[in-house]
């Protein structure tokens, strides 16, 4: 009985956690645009070291989808929310087609890349975020 209580008590502070967490306010327009801007950084950053393992190369790409997905989630400007899951979605789908064509160089891959986005939608974030956040 005793160890039920407690897993109950343990339930109960997860699920006041949980809550908690799931109801805190949405990050400022400014919060956002530093996050963004953070993540373009980032980008600039890796797009300018062409050299390294490939394999290593997608995950980083993947883990820019990954802190634009979060961007998303904590996001309080409603173009910004949609700003990120439209640019997480790009980066998605590049890692997809890199790991899938490990082969291609990278022109190549900017082509092949191409032909799986949705241009307009990207062209609409991207304008979105810079207007919104003054880049």
Do not use: K, W
């Given at each position: 009985?005793?160890?039920?209580r407690?897993?109950?008590?343990?339930?109960?502070?997860?699920?006041?956690?949980?809550?908690?967490?799931a109801?805190?306010?949405?990050?400022?327009?400014?919060?956002t645009?530093q996050r963004?801007l953070?993540?373009?950084?980032?980008?600039?950053?890796?797009?300018?070291a062409?050299?390294?393992?490939?394999?290593q190369?997608?995950?980083t790409?993947?883990g820019f989808?990954?802190?634009?997905?979060?961007?998303?989630?904590?996001?309080g400007?409603?173009?910004l929310?949609?700003?990120?899951?439209?640019?997480?979605?790009?980066?998605?789908?590049?890692?997809?087609?890199?790991a899938?064509?490990?082969h291609?160089?990278?022109a190549?891959?900017v082509q092949e890349?191409?032909?799986?986005?949705?241009v307009d939608?990207?062209?609409?974030?991207?304008?979105?975020y810079?207007?919104?956040?003054?880049v």
């Amino acid at each position: 009985m005793i160890r039920f209580r407690s897993l109950a008590g343990a339930l109960l502070l997860l699920c006041g956690a949980l809550s908690l967490a799931a109801c805190s306010p949405a990050e400022s327009t400014a919060q956002t645009c530093q996050r963004l801007l953070q993540v373009q950084q980032e980008i600039i950053d890796f797009e300018s070291a062409t050299e390294g393992d490939p394999a290593q190369r997608v995950e980083t790409v993947r883990g820019f989808a990954l802190e634009l997905d979060r961007i998303h989630d904590d996001a309080g400007d409603p173009q910004l929310e949609m700003a990120s899951a439209t640019l997480a979605d790009m980066y998605r789908t590049i890692a997809d087609v890199a790991a899938a064509h490990a082969h291609l160089t990278t022109a190549e891959l900017v082509q092949e890349v191409g032909d799986h986005l949705e241009v307009d939608r990207i062209n609409t974030a991207n304008a979105a975020y810079l207007r919104i956040c003054e880049v």
